[in-house]
């Protein structure tokens, strides 16, 4: 296993060393500023081999796979973060997407017990508790339900846990890889529930997942009635197994934990149940000994994912700045940009969907003359909710804190061009 994929400082280096290979050359001399493109490109007028022989048939590739070029872009561990891969996390390569749609197969990854393998045929979805009708539902039952199409994204709620103390994981793939964002296709939690008939008493429900860690949760009735869905389908096709196929709970602008992946029951009743889930993890513990419970909402939070420490600059002169904001309470309204550490802000410009609860993608033109640079991005949402700094949230939370740190990330770009994940006060 190559160091690069500890996402560590030293990894930093490993993926430099790439791209010195790559022939794309950073060490030191960053290209110089030509305006957009040259006049006498010689590769224009030299004839490739894909230029002059037969490509692969279409019977070569039945699940069609990225450019062999793309190789890097890939879900990446942190080895040294938990003690096995089953209980673990990967992370998405934020770096290197665009727009606002996560491909499935680049999704991160969060298991409490390892991919479950569920049969669909053998897979069943029981409601139980304070209902009228206890129902047991195969998938294909799910499926005549009218169904609805959303984008969400899904974050978990120790995205950026390793930053309370201090700037530590160079990379945003590191340190805000932990969120993804797809178009779930599903029924609406309410009509599955409506057929099963609340009791008057029902407050709260409790869905669980059929892997061996059998995850649970308790959801307030409220939530699950509103927007919540039991999905089927991601970007169009089947969940992945790694995202809980056949069944997933959609829990939008809340903590990822809540999204029960491999669903197979909810049970209805008047309180919550307090799982492991939901006590001794996913509780935020307070400088003053108590605990924050049942911090469900994702506040507002941005990044800036190129430049980045995996994706450094390499152009003096014109240069597209680029990222991603979300927030679990609606829509980004504004992001702002800095590039001196927050003596001066511009407006970043939206660009594509903007939906609620959704991944927002974010741009800043800038000319850049070599100058080392302090880049940071702040979200702004519709409920007029401001990103906080890193420095704010620690004078409300303490330095106990894994979950919710949604402050401000600082990028220091070097004069050569590299960038590193750095903190200011
Ligand atoms: N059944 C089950 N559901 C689960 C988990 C799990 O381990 N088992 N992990 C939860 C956590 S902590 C998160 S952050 C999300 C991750 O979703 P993803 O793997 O699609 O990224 O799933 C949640 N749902
Ligand atoms: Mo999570």
Redesign the pocket.
């Known amino acids: 296993m190559s160091d690069k994929r500890q996402g560590t400082n030293s990894g930093q280096r490993a993926s430099r060393r790439d791209f010195l290979k790559a022939g794309i050359g950073l060490g030191g001399a960053v290209a110089a500023g030509k305006a957009f493109a040259a006049e006498a490109d010689p590769a224009i007028t030299e004839v490739q081999d894909w230029n002059r022989y037969l490509g692969a048939g279409t019977d070569a590739t039945p699940y069609g796979m990225p450019s062999e070029h793309e190789a890097e872009v890939v879900r990446r561990n942190v080895r040294w973060l938990t003690a096995s891969t089953e209980s673990s996390v990967n992370f998405t390569p934020l770096h290197a997407l665009d727009g606002i749609i996560t491909p499935n197969g680049l999704?991160?990854?969060?298991?409490?017990?390892g991919v479950?393998e569920v049969d669909p045929a053998q897979h069943r979805l029981m409601i139980n508790g304070l209902v009228e009708r206890p129902l047991v539902f195969t998938v294909d039952d799910l499926k005549r339900f009218p169904r609805e199409n959303r984008i969400y994204f899904?974050?978990?709620?120790?995205n950026s846990g390793m930053e309370w103390r201090g700037a530590q994981l160079n990379g945003c793939q590191f340190t805000h890889g932990?969120v993804?964002c797809v178009q779930y296709t599903g029924v609406p939690l309410k009509r599955i529930l409506d057929e099963a008939g609340l009791k008057t008493s029902a407050k709260w429900i409790m869905p669980e997942?059929?892997?061996a860690?059998?995850?649970n949760r308790s959801v307030p009735l409220e939530k699950a009635l509103d927007d919540c869905l039991v999905a089927f389908k991601m970007n169009g096709e089947a969940l992945r197994p790694?995202?809980?196929y056949p069944l997933?709970l959609v829990v939008p602008g809340w903590?990822?934990?809540?999204?029960?992946?491999?669903?197979r029951r909810i049970e209805v009743g008047d309180m919550p149940w307090h799982t492991r889930?939901e006590t001794s993890k996913y509780t935020d513990l307070m400088d003053d000994g108590r605990s924050r419970r049942f911090t469900w909402v994702m506040d507002a939070k941005s990044v800036i994912t190129s430049p980045s420490p995996q994706a450094p600059m390499i152009h003096k002169g014109h240069n597209v700045l680029t990222g991603v904001a979300w927030s679990g309470r609606g829509m980004i309204q504004k992001v702002d940009i800095t590039l001196d550490g927050g003596k001066n802000w511009q407006p970043a410009r939206i660009d594509g969907l903007s939906l609620p609860r959704a991944l927002h993608r974010f741009y800043y033109e800038f000319t850049w003359n070599g100058e080392p640079l302090l880049m940071q991005s702040r979200a702004v949402d519709s409920s007029g909710y401001v990103q906080p700094t890193k420095d704010e949230l620690r004078a409300v939370r303490g330095l106990n804190s894994i979950y919710h740190n949604n402050g401000i990330q600082t990028w220091h770009v070097t004069n050569s061009g590299e960038v590193e994940n750095v903190e200011i006060s």
């Open positions: 999704c991160f990854e969060r298991h409490h017990a479950a899904l974050e978990c709620a120790a932990m993804h997942g059929a892997d860690a059998g995850m790694e995202q809980g997933r903590e990822g934990n809540m999204w029960v992946k491999w669903l889930e």
